[in-house]
């Protein structure tokens, strides 16, 4: 395989990806039904020409839910992602240049966060704030946070050590200047790469918390609320449960398949 040319898997989860993007932002362009029509005369069809992915208990289009599902699993994956990106930054920073002190209660509060599993920490936050899109959003993004913090702390810290910082210090360069041109742009450039796979993440937890019944209230289309309902139905409509599940799948698929080739051009660049 030439250097620099894309592998077959990423431009399949590139293609992927996109539409899942599409479906967020223009869902009327991949389904023109309404996913919250109900009619009970339909219900539990199976998946055909007059309904691709078949209908749920409620004789709802699975196939318009799935689609329209897409807009809030992102919502909660990007609004998470963002989130995280931005408190850690602040925080790495702080602990990085804050000195001693200052450092260490940070790293300190890092380590007992994460002594908690990712969701068991959401799923705190989420008895304490209470359901809904927000909630899960703020939840997922604080249970994120302290791994990429002390990742930022890290490279803070590497970075302030290197002969280019004193050499910027005796040109006489502001501290504000060395941060906006050498610290931040160092400390940011390992979350960049990190952010398509923490972006899969988030939809996965979304996902989960979704399927608790701690996501969206009903009837709103999501895709792990949808998988919580189809579970009950599985012997009699396997596809309530199954269709929304591989949905979820794809996407962390997809998302976790280009995060990992942009670390692979990361390195090829730095190394």
């Given at each position: 395989?030439?250097?620099?040319?894309?592998?077959?898997?990423?431009?399949?989860?590139?293609?992927g990806l996109a539409l899942v993007v599409l479906a967020a932002l223009r869902p009327s362009v991949l389904a023109s039904g309404d996913p919250d029509a109900v009619n009970v005369l339909q219900a539990f069809r199976g998946?055909?020409?007059?309904?691709?992915?078949?209908?749920?208990?409620?004789?709802?289009?699975?196939?318009?839910?799935?689609?329209?599902?897409?807009?809030?699993?992102?919502?909660?994956?990007?609004?998470?992602?963002?989130?995280?990106?931005?408190?850690?930054?602040?925080?790495?920073?702080?602990?990085?240049?804050?000195?001693?002190?200052?450092?260490?209660?940070?790293?300190?509060?890092?380590?007992?966060?994460?002594?908690?599993?990712?969701?068991?920490?959401?799923?705190?936050?989420?008895?304490?704030?209470?359901?809904?899109?927000?909630?899960?959003?703020?939840?997922?993004?604080?249970?994120?946070?302290?791994?990429?913090?002390?990742?930022?702390?890290?490279?803070?810290?590497?970075?302030?050590?290197?002969?280019?910082?004193?050499?910027?210090?005796?040109?006489?360069?502001?501290?504000?200047?060395?941060?906006?041109?050498?610290?931040?742009?160092?400390?940011?450039?390992?979350?960049?790469?990190?952010?398509?796979?923490?972006?899969?993440?988030?939809?996965?937890?979304?996902?989960?918390?979704?399927?608790?019944?701690?996501?969206?209230?009903?009837?709103?289309?999501?895709?792990?609320?949808?998988?919580?309902?189809?579970?009950?139905?599985?012997?009699?409509?396997?596809?309530?449960?199954?269709?929304?599940?591989?949905?979820?799948?794809?996407?962390?698929?997809?998302?976790?398949?280009?995060?990992?080739?942009a670390q692979r051009a990361a390195r090829r660049r730095t190394g």
């Open positions: 395989m030439k250097a620099g040319r894309p592998r077959g898997s990423t431009v399949i989860a590139a293609v998946p055909g020409f007059a309904h691709w992915f078949g209908t749920d208990q409620l004789g709802r289009d699975e196939y318009t839910r799935v689609v329209y599902g897409a807009r809030l699993s992102l919502t909660v994956g990007l609004g998470a992602t963002v989130l995280a990106t931005a408190a850690a930054t602040l925080l790495g920073l702080a602990a990085g240049l804050g000195g001693r002190v200052v450092g260490a209660a940070l790293g300190r509060v890092f380590d007992v966060f994460l002594a908690f599993p990712g969701l068991l920490l959401a799923l705190l936050v989420l008895a304490v704030l209470g359901s809904g899109t927000g909630q899960e959003i703020l939840a997922i993004a604080l249970a994120a946070t302290p791994g990429l913090a002390r990742l930022v702390r890290a490279r803070v810290l590497e970075v302030r050590g290197a002969g280019y910082i004193d050499a910027a210090v005796i040109l006489g360069l502001g501290r504000g200047a060395i941060l906006r041109r050498h610290l931040l742009p160092a400390a940011l450039r390992p979350l960049l790469v990190l952010v398509t796979v923490g972006i899969a993440e988030s939809i996965l937890a979304g996902a989960a918390l979704s399927f608790l019944g701690l996501g969206p209230a009903e009837p709103a289309a999501e895709w792990g609320s949808m998988l919580a309902q189809g579970r009950d139905y599985l012997a009699l409509a396997w596809w309530t449960g199954i269709i929304p599940g591989l949905a979820i799948a794809a996407t962390v698929v997809a998302a976790t398949v280009l995060g990992r080739a």
